[in-house]
């Protein structure tokens, strides 16, 4: 069994990217920055917030926070977002989610533009994910995706199972493994006899958002297990979808939580991040 090591790729990665935008500001003048909206006083996405900031820091980007009231309106929220989609120096947007529950997540998405959603969830991107001509990849799916490549794990032809299939991370992490010749199922709450589906895949994906929820008579000997969940234990301790300790054995590859999938969502933000700049200032390459 080998521990996939998103803290490591996720390292890689960043370096890759701080390099290129060291070449950008040198050759082009041009610091890639990302805008960052936060509402309200959500614990979670404070945490990931500050990780963004961070990271932008360290590969060399311009980051912006927007910290906005938990009253705030829907109104003041897209006047933000306008004001944002035509800010020159601001090459990405990324609105943190949940939003508080009055404000509409889906009508704040389709505000952003296109060009600079670079957590590649407006229906433009989504589409252009399905039509594999994409300029973003969601950030988690991606992630994963890059990991799986690190460790030079082929996804073609293999029986791929993804429990979970929300917008952000099921339904495209479905779609990249497809694109990479997977043969996919996707398992939801109304699945049937879901352990049984799991058991007959190489690469099982958990998307649930349930703490230790697959388990070992889920996992087939020598299988790729990939925990996107971020959940939290019966003693609040950080955990993943994954009953990490008892199916480890089980595996050929196992990602752990925390220091798997976490990492590598922020480093593909940075990716996108780079590349908008990129081609927001036509510079092909
Ligand atoms: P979500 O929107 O709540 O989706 C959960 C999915 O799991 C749904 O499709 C649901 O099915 C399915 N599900 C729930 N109970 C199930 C059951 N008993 N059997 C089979 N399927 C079941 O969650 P999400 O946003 O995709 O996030 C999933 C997890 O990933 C969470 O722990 C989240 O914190 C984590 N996450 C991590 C990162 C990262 O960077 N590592 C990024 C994003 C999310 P239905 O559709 O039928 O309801």
Do not use: W
Not at 73 to 82: A, D, G, I, N, P
Not at 118 to 134: P, S
Not at 238 to 254: A, M, P, Q, R, T
């Amino acid at each position: 069994m080998q521990i996939i090591d998103g803290k490591k790729v996720s390292a890689q990665v960043k370096e890759e990217v701080k390099n290129q935008t060291l070449e950008l500001i040198e050759k082009h003048g041009i610091t890639p920055g990302l805008a960052v909206v936060i509402v309200g006083n959500d614990s979670a996405s404070r945490v990931y917030v500050n990780n963004k900031k961070k990271a932008c820091e360290a590969v060399g980007f311009k980051s912006e926070e927007y910290a906005l009231p938990e009253q705030t309106t829907q109104e003041e929220l897209l006047s933000l977002v306008k004001t944002l989609n035509e800010k020159a120096d601001i090459n990405g947007i990324l609105v943190q989610l949940p939003l508080p529950k009055h404000l509409d997540d889906k009508a704040v998405i389709e505000a952003i533009n296109p060009e600079k959603d670079v957590d590649a969830f407006h229906a433009v991107n989504v589409g252009k994910i399905m039509l594999g001509e994409y300029d973003f990849l969601p950030c988690t799916p991606a992630g994963v995706m890059e990991m799986l490549h690190s460790y030079d794990i082929s996804v073609s032809g293999k029986n791929c199972v993804v429990i979970g299939r929300s917008n952000i991370v099921g339904k495209p992490m479905a779609m990249l493994l497809l694109h990479e010749n997977g043969t996919v199922t996707i398992c939801h709450s109304r699945t049937k006899n879901l352990a049984e589906v799991c058991s007959h895949a190489d690469i099982l994906v958990a998307a649930v958002g349930k703490p230790k929820f697959v388990t070992a008579d889920m996992v087939k000997e020598g299988a790729v297990v990939i925990d996107v969940g971020m959940d939290r234990d019966e003693n609040g301790k950080l955990c993943g979808d994954v009953d990490f300790e008892n199916v480890k054995d089980k595996c050929s590859f196992i990602t752990p939580v925390p220091g798997g999938v976490g990492p590598m969502t922020i480093a593909t933000l940075m990716k996108n991040t780079l590349k908008a700049a990129k081609l927001q200032n036509n510079i092909f390459d």
